[in-house]
């Protein structure tokens, strides 16, 4: 650091060369960039805001707990038995009049074939 003053002290009466001015221009241009609410540092709010969302709806749904009391799930289970029984029933209805269909489809054939026969 004692040569950094040194070295200040030495060019502080000359004018600023060439590459130090093109240094300048660059960290102005850096700096400028750095401070433009398009650009990093809008971003950068950007994304502290959202960052500081998700911790804030994180800490509140982490406080989030269900409990069912026991008298209800016995009658959630018993409901959905219920449903289950339901469903079964309508599905063997269903086969039974599948197959009443299928017989009628049959004998509708067989009639269309025995009436279509005594034509020709």
Same mark, same amino acid.
């Given at each position: 650091q004692v040569l950094i003053k040194q *070295?200040? !002290?030495?060019?502080?009466?000359?004018?600023? !060369?060439? %590459? *130090? *001015? !093109?240094?300048? $221009? !660059?960290?102005d241009t850096i700096q400028c960039e750095l401070n433009a609410p398009t650009q990093f540092k809008g971003r950068l709010n950007e994304l502290m805001s959202q960052i500081r969302m998700q911790n804030h709806f994180g800490? $509140?749904?982490s406080e989030e707990r269900y409990y069912i009391d026991a008298d209800l799930l016995r009658e959630i289970k018993q409901h959905l038995k219920q449903q289950q029984e339901g469903l079964s029933h309508l599905i063997s209805i269903i086969k039974d %009049?599948?197959? %009443?269909i299928k017989l009628v489809e049959h004998g509708l054939n067989e009639t269309i074939h025995i009436r279509g026969g005594g034509f020709s």
């Open positions: *070295e200040i !002290q030495r060019k502080s009466g000359y004018a600023i !060369q060439a %590459d *130090e *001015e !093109q240094l300048r $221009v !660059q960290l800490a $509140v749904k %009049d599948l197959e %009443d």
